[in-house]
Nanobody
Framework: QVQLVESGGGLVQAGGSLSLSCAAV?????????MGWFRQAPGNEREFVAT????????YYADSVKGRFTISRDNVQKTVYLQMNSLEPEDTAVYYC?????????????????WGQGTQVTVSS
C-alpha cells in the first residue's frame, strides 16, 4: 500500500507556471514505483500527462504538454514533481499523481496501482 499526497495546485494566469509535488508517505521503497501524472477536467475522462521511470532517467509526455511540462523525481525524498510552464486555459483540471509497482512506463491509467487525492490547477485567460 502506498499513500500519495499531492500539493502545489492553484490559480495562475495563462503563460504562467506552477509546480506540483507528490510525496509518498508510506509503502514499499519509492524507487520501485513508476510514477505518473494524470489530469481530469469536468466532463472529460482522466488524461495521461507524464510518466517517469524508476531511476528517473526515462520520461514520456503527452503531446499536449511536451516542451512545457517536466516530470522529475527524488527517490531520497520519495517525491515526484511536475513543473508546468507556459500554462494554457486548456490545462485547467484536477491533477493526480499515480504509482505503478515496477515494470515499464505506461500511459494507461488502469495500469497504475495507487493514486493521490488530486490537486486543482486553474489557468485563467
Amino acid at each position: 500500500q502506498v499513500q500519495l499526497v499531492e500539493s502545489g495546485g492553484g490559480l495562475v494566469q495563462a503563460g504562467g507556471s506552477l509546480s506540483l509535488s507528490c510525496a509518498a508517505v508510506s509503502g514499499r521503497t519509492f524507487s520501485m514505483y513508476v510514477m505518473g501524472w494524470f489530469r481530469q477536467a469536468p466532463g472529460n475522462e482522466r488524461e495521461f500527462v507524464a510518466t517517469i521511470s524508476l531511476s528517473g532517467i526515462n520520461t514520456y509526455y503527452a503531446d499536449s504538454v511536451k516542451g512545457r511540462f517536466t516530470i522529475s523525481r527524488d527517490n531520497v525524498q520519495k517525491t515526484v514533481y511536475l513543473q508546468m510552464n507556459s500554462l494554457e486555459p486548456e490545462d485547467t483540471a484536477v491533477y493526480y499523481c499515480a504509482a505503478k509497482y515496477s515494470g515499464a512506463l505506461t500511459t494507461r491509467y488502469t495500469d497504475y496501482d495507487y493514486w493521490g487525492q488530486g490537486t486543482q490547477v486553474t489557468v485563467s485567460s
